[in-house]
């Protein structure tokens, strides 16, 4: 068996999207979990998404030739992020996944950067397995909502726009302990859909849709105000955000609103890691 690392290139993105869909179907259909990839369509733009933006890097796995595999790392902003991780299913448990880890780790590092954050399916004891033996933490479990709309338009939300990139990077920093402004700009860049919460004249609030998007708020209840805005405005798979059980009282609020619980994950890190202090919703990664 020869494994090599290579680049992701945009040329490969059609094989990556379908192994992507096909590696988490497998994982879900095996543990009756609703699916967060339901066909190759949604692969494709999460892959076609990480491949191309430049503050992203990403290699593919190849087994003899064959493209059975590939991970990322997202360094826009000075905590990264890993994923997506995939493999074939139908060549798993050959130490791919492991050297694709690796590879994250090793490039992490290479960039000099001191904090490195993922979310585990729980379900997966394996990759749990595998990311602690790397040197990843475990931080904290967060269940991944299903958000409800609200019985009413709520006035003081609004779509968010690339002004708003001041208001997220203060808001972001406060919740977060470091600014997302700049990956906050390529979901931008990249018409991902996201609102903004303004009471008397201030931002207070914003969130990003699909599980790569995240938010930041002054309280609580601004974040669920958000996200049942989300719901209202946008088809149910998009309308699921990653809410952390270390805060107290917002999963219970979050359960109190209507929101339903998927499933769990948990949230692990390498290096340094400083705790997020203030209301907010990570993204799949961070």
Not at 42 to 55: A, S
Request: charged share 20%; proline share 7%.
């Amino acid at each position: 068996m020869a494994l090599e690392l290579v680049p992701a290139t945009e040329e490969e993105i059609p094989t990556l999207s379908r192994i992507c869909h096909e590696a988490f179907s497998a994982l879900h259909d095996r543990c009756g979990i609703d699916r967060d990839i339901p066909d190759a369509s949604v692969g494709e733009m999460i892959i076609g998404q990480v491949v191309k933006r430049p503050d992203y890097t990403g290699v593919m796995a190849l087994l003899d030739g064959k493209i059975v595999g590939s991970n990322f790392l997202c360094h826009a902003d000075e905590v990264a992020g890993v994923g997506p991780i995939t493999v074939d299913p139908t060549v798993q448990s050959r130490g791919i996944g492991r050297a694709l880890m690796q590879w994250a780790v090793d490039e992490a590092r290479r960039q000099g950067i001191r904090q490195t954050r993922l979310f585990q399916e729980t379900i997966n004891i394996t990759s749990l397995s595998l990311y602690t033996s790397l040197g990843f933490d475990w931080r904290d479990s967060a269940a991944l909502m299903q958000a409800t709309p609200a019985a009413e338009a709520d006035p003081t939300i609004r779509p968010l726009e690339s002004g708003d990139l001041p208001a997220i990077a203060a808001l972001s920093r406060s919740s977060y302990g470091f600014s997302r402004e700049k990956d906050a700009a390529q979901l931008i860049q990249w018409q991902v859909p996201g609102f903004v919460r303004v009471r008397d004249g201030r931002t207070v609030g914003y969130l990003f849709a699909t599980l790569f998007g995240h938010a930041g708020a002054e309280t609580d209840e601004d974040l669920l105000a958000l996200s049942s805005a989300l719901a209202g405005a946008l088809p149910p798979p998009l309308a699921k955000y990653i809410c952390p059980m270390g805060r107290p009282g917002i999963y219970r609020k979050a359960l109190a609103a209507g929101h339903r619980t998927c499933k769990v994950l948990s949230y692990m890190s390498l290096g340094e890691y400083v705790a997020p202090q203030g209301p907010h919703l990570p993204s799949i990664q961070c």
